[in-house]
């Protein structure tokens, strides 16, 4: 497998009329492969190392053309990769259908049934790609990426239930996976799981080194959504001590205190995000809700449409806005 494979990056496509395609593939450093792929038209390896090639040099509408001119000669997972990394940026419909004529040409490639089961997941079609992962999971029940994936695609169905227990079944396969661990917490807590405070407790007592904020975040999620406030912003607070630029920690902190009617503090604990991030919209949001809450319509209008054009899917802050 090739470092690419996983990338599916969408980079400058270069538009070239054929005659200037040919006299670019006489050009250094592609003459030499170009010359060998006329003395054998059918060396499928020539076109993958030419387009390779093509690809470290940013020509990546010609690198498209001969990985998939490789794959015609030589159906491969390596080939295939190489020319859906590119329809995958481009047009989703045509790199379902390539890739669902891939996967049956090359079966055993698990790297072609994810990159499927994924553009499924971007057409919303989700019980396809479910589909695509309980097949990968029944074969191979370790297999982090389809369950990691199905999990993803659960959570978008909002069967929040069947996802965290998905993520469950991953973690019994990789309990160091650190990614794994932490949207694991994360889930928990979310979910008003008491897991969530084990699981972020043996975090904390692996982290000698005392440099890693989440389980102290992931802890007080879990009890900001049990209704112990004051747990909650202890936790935040440790979070944001590990780690002063954890948003996350400072925004749930500033909607605890606004929702306890601490609109002072809120008002502080949003500033500062802001001087962390400046462009975050959803700070200017809840400022404007702290300043609606205490009668400042102006001030609150303004924040609301300073939201707005920072984050357009901010609708909420523009409706809000509006009705001031």
């Known amino acids: 497998m090739k470092p690419w494979q996983l990338c599916f990056l969408l980079l400058p496509i270069a538009a070239c009329s054929p005659s200037a395609e040919d006299a670019l593939l006489q050009q250094q450093p592609f003459a030499a492969l170009t010359d060998s792929i006329g003395q054998q038209p059918r060396n499928a390896g020539l076109y993958e190392h030419r387009a390779t090639l093509l690809l470290q040099n940013q020509q990546d509408a010609l690198a498209e053309k001969d990985f998939r001119k490789a794959f015609e000669l030589q159906p491969n997972e390596d080939n295939a990769i190489g020319a859906a990394r590119f329809l995958i940026g481009r047009n989703n419909d045509s790199a379902i259908a390539f890739l669902q004529e891939a996967v049956k040409k090359v079966p055993e490639s698990l790297v072609l049934k994810i990159s499927l089961a994924r553009g499924f ?29 199905k999990s993803d695609l659960l959570k978008a169905q909002q069967k929040d239930a069947e996802a965290l227990a998905t993520l469950e079944q991953a973690y019994q396969y990789a309990p160091f996976d650190a990614e794994l661990v932490h949207n694991l917490a994360f889930g928990y807590a979310q979910a008003k799981n008491p897991k969530a405070l084990a699981l972020s407790d043996s975090l904390i ?23 112990n406030r004051t747990a909650a912003l202890q936790q935040f607070d440790e979070a944001i001590r590990r780690d002063y630029n954890f948003l996350d ?9 606004y929702e306890g009617k601490q609109y002072a503090a809120a008002q502080k604990t949003f500033e500062l995000v802001l001087t962390i991030s400046p462009a975050y919209g959803d700070a200017y949001f809840w400022l404007g809700k702290v300043a609606q809450a205490q009668q400042q319509n102006a001030q609150a209008k303004e924040h609301y449409l300073r939201a707005y054009s920072l984050d357009k899917s901010l609708a909420e802050a523009k409706d809000a806005a509006d009705k001031i």
């Open 205 to 227: 007592q692996a982290d000698s080194a005392q440099r890693h904020a989440e389980p102290f975040y992931f802890k007080g999620v879990y009890y900001s959504t049990t209704g």
């Open 249 to 257: 920690a400072h925004m749930d902190k500033g909607v605890l205190q």
């Open 121 to 149: 997941q971007q057409r919303k079609e989700y019980d396809k790609a479910i589909a695509i992962c309980n097949g990968i999971i029944h074969e191979y029940p370790n297999q982090l990426d389809a369950l990691v994936l």
